[in-house]
């Protein structure tokens, strides 16, 4: 039955036309956003699941930071050390030299007093973003000092951060307020052999003018120093050589452990990011054809909307006299 007041074949044709639009628009939004998942709307699951790891990832990217801050400062403490090591072993040297029979122990105690002035320079310098931890100026004790490591989310959604700690105490070289926190600044109990006794005594090698300060005696040279007194001062100086030297180890593990968590979360984040986007990226190959595809059916939706209206149209050729 053909009627004037229903154009069934119209109503068919726009409802094609509407469902050819409805989906070009989605395919724009895709092709100009590139994404896939674009909003909850599109795939709650998908999308609440990216918006969660593109949060984790700015976190990481948060984290990379503060390695890269740790990284400085444990850097600058590790370079330091190495420097007082340099120094201390230059100093060892030197009071071995003074051991010789017929040495001017004066002389010598001057380029001692030199490589002092350089370790307090080392101590005070090594300092990056107002913190250092070779040189302690404060009533309190050396703190542990922690870094930034990781951020992790478990199984069950609960979020945590791990950080890496360094006990400035083992590596505060001059302590102003309590010299024994000092390895440089403490009292060394050292065995020395007097006239064929053993006895202990306690050196100490500077003397930053600490509040508490150091009762043993300083390594320091004079005509009246004797071989005993500078066999106690080469043990002492090597004591506290070897001290120096743990401590650098051991920033330098911490160095070594910053450099490996810094590639691998900078690795990590890679992966979340690519993880994300086979989630909710756009195939734009696919899309740019669908678009295509979907434009040639609009253009034909539009032309079969016409022929339905046409006929409707021709009706009133029956009615021509």
Known sequence: MTSIM??????????????????????????????????????????????????????????????????????????????????????????????????????????????????????????????????????????????????NRATDGSVSVTTLAFDTGESVLIDTYDASRGLLTGDRPTDVDVGGTTQTINYYLLDAGSTTAATGTAIELSTTTTDDDLDGMISATDGILQQLTDSASTLGAITSRIDMQTEFVATLMDVIEKGVGRLVDADMNEESTRLKALQTQQQLGIQSLSIANTNAENILTLFKQ
């Open 6 to 151: 229903t154009n069934t074949a119209a109503m068919s044709a726009l409802q094609t036309l509407r469902s050819i639009d409805a989906n070009m628009e989605q395919t724009q939004n895709r092709v100009s956003t590139g994404y896939r998942v674009d909003s909850a709307a599109d795939n709650a699951a998908y999308w609440s699941i990216a918006t969660t790891m593109r949060s984790d990832n700015s976190a990481l990217s948060t984290v990379q930071d503060a390695l890269g801050l740790g990284a400085a400062k444990t850097d600058t403490a590790y370079t330091g050390l190495e420097s007082a090591v340099e120094v201390v072993t230059e100093i060892k040297s030197k009071l071995v030299a003074a051991r010789e029979p017929g040495v001017d122990k004066d002389k010598i105690n001057k380029e001692l007093s030199e490589l002092k002035n350089q370790l307090q320079s080392i101590s005070e310098s090594a300092s990056f973003s107002g913190e250092n931890w070779l040189y302690n100026t404060s009533s309190a004790a050396p703190a542990t000092k922690e870094i930034v490591a990781s951020f």
